[in-house]
């Protein structure tokens, strides 16, 4: 059957990616692994077009783990560089969008300049209504629940008793729903450590297609293929 997206239902309402194996794009072209991430980020704003396209309220980019600061110093500062141009390049056009942009992990620990290139972003579009896109970056789904137990344990009006819907409320997602769909592109089947409380019933999608490449009809795919789970949470 020929599917639209119009019929593609139901949809998530939040999508998380993990863009990986822009390294061995990179790779595959002969080329060194930062235009492999450069050309990751320009998928992820195409990405972010199509996904606008259908009526999705949020989705989530994995960008930067607390793990991969262990990767070789110069790949870490091409990383940043190549964010805070993003910002500089983008921020005016996904505004124009009506995007509201999430910043999800820790700005301490980052770059001045770009702690100031996310918070700019964070700002701008903080009023707008139409999709949500989280970006993470400095971030890892433990520390996330380390940071929430704080805040909570500092909050003078914490609620009392606490629950799971009330404890969400510290996470870096905030007021985000749960995520209804997870994808990782690049033939790695793991969670590495994004979005733990979140994904606690998310449909997950795995494909061999590399970051750089996944394209308009591999999110269609992605999409296709959820609106065929059977999502049960647990009940029969
Ligand atoms: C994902 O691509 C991008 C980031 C984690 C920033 P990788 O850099 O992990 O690419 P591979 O896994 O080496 O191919
Ligand atoms: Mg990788």
Not at 38 to 65: A, C, D, W
Not at 165 to 189: A, C, H, Q, W
Request: avoid cysteine; charge should be neutral; aromatic fraction near 12%.
């Amino acid at each position: 059957m020929n599917r639209t997206a119009e019929n593609i239902l139901p949809l998530p309402v939040h999508i998380a990616i993990v863009p990986d194996g822009n390294g061995r794009w990179a790779e595959k072209h002969g080329l060194p692994r930062l235009s492999g991430h450069r050309e990751g980020v320009l998928n992820m704003m195409r990405m972010i077009q199509y996904i606008s396209e259908y009526p999705i309220k949020y989705v989530t980019f994995y960008g930067f783990s607390t793990e991969n600061w262990n990767r070789p110093e110069p790949e870490i500062n091409g990383l940043f560089k190549l964010v805070e141009h993003f910002v500089d390049e983008q921020l005016d056009k996904i505004n124009e969008k009506n995007i509201r942009i999430r910043h999800i992990g820790r700005l301490n620990g980052l770059p001045t300049s770009l702690q100031k290139a996310i918070s700019r972003a964070v700002s701008l579009t903080a009023k707008n209504d139409g999709m949500t896109l989280g970006v993470a970056w400095n971030y890892g789904g433990r520390a996330e629940i380390i940071d929430a137990i704080a805040k909570f344990t500092a909050d003078p009006d914490k609620p009392q008793p606490l629950d799971e819907k009330s404890f969400s409320r510290y996470l870096y997602t905030g007021d985000m729903p749960d995520v209804d769909l997870l994808i990782r592109t690049s033939n790695e089947m793991r969670l590495s450590n994004y979005l733990l409380w979140q994904t606690a019933y998310s449909e997950f999608y795995f494909t061999n297609v590399l970051w750089p490449d996944f394209g308009k009809k591999d999110i269609e795919n992605a999409l296709i293929d959820y609106s065929r789970r059977n999502r049960r949470f647990g009940g029969s």
